[in-house]
């Protein structure tokens, strides 16, 4: 089993920044892909952006393309996801996800396995 808790969220003013982590335990990550979505109240799941186990492939969501970074730290495990020039459209619950297989999903959420309980985003405009 692997558990999931993401941190960092917060209220920021447009155009802030903000940095999301995620920290994983019960299980190593690195060998996962690990992934960030986001949801807003009435809308659909969103995927922002996903890196695979060795950091080569990454993958962002087009709403985000430019504006926000996945990294991660194998030997913390955890994956962080810098947003800057947040803008009034993403504020969102936050989750962060992992695919135990060895494929890199993107942004197909049905292929992630694990996830965490999410990080409110607030953007004040």
């Known amino acids: 089993q692997v558990q999931l808790a993401e941190s960092g969220g917060g209220l920021v003013q447009a155009g802030g920044s903000l940095r999301l982590s995620c920290a994983a335990t019960?299980?190593?990550?690195?060998?996962?892909?690990m992934g960030w979505f986001r949801q807003a109240p009435g809308s659909e799941r969103e995927f922002v952006a996903a890196i695979s186990w060795s950091g080569n492939s990454i993958g962002y969501g087009d709403s985000v393309k430019g504006r926000f970074t996945i990294s991660r730290d194998n030997a913390k495990n955890t994956v962080y996801l810098q947003m800057n020039s947040l803008k009034p459209a993403d504020p969102a619950v936050y989750y962060c996800?992992?695919?135990?297989?060895?494929?890199?999903?993107?942004?197909?959420?049905?292929?992630?396995?694990?996830w965490g309980q999410g990080t409110q985003v607030t953007v004040s405009s």
């Open positions: 996800a992992a695919d135990t297989s060895w494929a890199f999903p993107g942004g197909a959420s049905n292929e992630y396995d694990y």
């Open positions: 019960g299980r190593t990550l690195s060998y996962y892909t």
